[in-house]
């Protein structure tokens, strides 16, 4: 489980699907589906901390356009966090690869759409409001389940941001920092969490988010951008063979 912790937090501060690593693990030991993917979502925290801190210098300038996407990832992720209480499995099962699909394919297109869409842009900074829905979508998505929330964060920032990949990185650290963050609370105090699993992959995340973003930091775009999208293609596998 703490293998498991450290590489689930170096993969998040890369790109985000640390829970394709996490949640099977503990579904492995016997935890049970809720129990797992709540106690997974609590432990991740810490290591997004030290995914955001490992990235801090690629955020310098970026504090207004996160303030107004956090409350997106905020708001999206209580939404999604109480749907993973109230909703059916089976709810999210169709929906998922597919999204996490358009977000690969909007990695791989982010060059040649930001050139096409420079001139047209009104808001380069802050993306607008179809932005802000966008992330706020995300955010539901993370807060109920969360598996490579990152790759459709970085899709959705890197198709309406006029900003290098490594800053959109940053900023998605600190998006997807925020929704676990508030998905966790809301489950502290709702549902099912089991402390002994949050404690070993907290410490694993923790170490591990300090690394990977040590990593990622220093990969150029395009090496960065298939390595996005290779785990999104994998997260699309094992969502469809697993049926989310």
């Known amino acids: 489980m703490l293998a498991a912790g450290i590489g689930a937090g170096a993969i998040n501060a890369v790109v985000g699907s640390g829970s394709l690593i996490t949640f099977p693990t503990l579904l492995a030991m016997g935890y049970p589906p809720v129990v797992a993917n709540v106690s997974n979502n609590v432990g991740l925290v810490p290591g997004g901390v030290t995914g955001v801190l490992g990235y801090r210098r690629e955020l310098d300038g970026q504090g207004r356009r996160l303030l107004r996407f956090g409350t997106a990832s905020v708001l999206g992720s209580l939404i999604g966090g109480l749907l993973l209480l109230l909703l059916p499995e089976t709810a999210f099962r169709i929906i998922v690869p597919v999204l996490i699909g358009l977000a690969c394919v909007l990695v791989v297109a982010q060059p040649?759409?930001?050139?096409?869409?420079?001139?047209?842009?009104?808001?380069?900074?802050?993306?607008?409001?179809?932005?802000?829905?966008?992330?706020?979508?995300?955010?539901?998505?993370?807060?109920?389940?969360?598996?490579?929330?990152?790759?459709?964060?970085?899709?959705?920032?890197?198709?309406?941001?006029?900003?290098?990949?490594?800053?959109?990185?940053?900023?998605?650290?600190?998006?997807?920092?925020?929704?676990?963050?508030?998905?966790?609370?809301?489950?502290?105090?709702?549902?099912?969490?089991?402390?002994?699993?949050?404690?070993?992959v907290a410490a694993g995340t923790t170490i591990g988010g300090y690394v990977g973003a040590r990593v990622a930091r220093r990969l150029p775009p395009p090496v960065l951008r298939a390595f996005i999208v290779t785990v999104g293609v994998v997260a699309i596998v094992m969502l469809v063979r697993e049926g989310v």
């Open 112 to 200: 040649a759409l930001n050139r096409r869409l420079a001139d047209r842009r009104k808001n380069p900074h802050h993306g607008g409001p179809l932005l802000w829905l966008g992330i706020l979508g995300a955010g539901m998505y993370g807060g109920y389940f969360g598996a490579a929330q990152g790759v459709v964060l970085i899709g959705l920032l890197g198709v309406f941001l006029d900003d290098g990949l490594q800053r959109i990185n940053a900023a998605k650290n600190v998006l997807s920092l925020l929704v676990n963050t508030t998905a966790a609370v809301l489950f502290v105090f709702i549902a099912p969490v089991d402390w002994t699993a949050v404690a070993v």
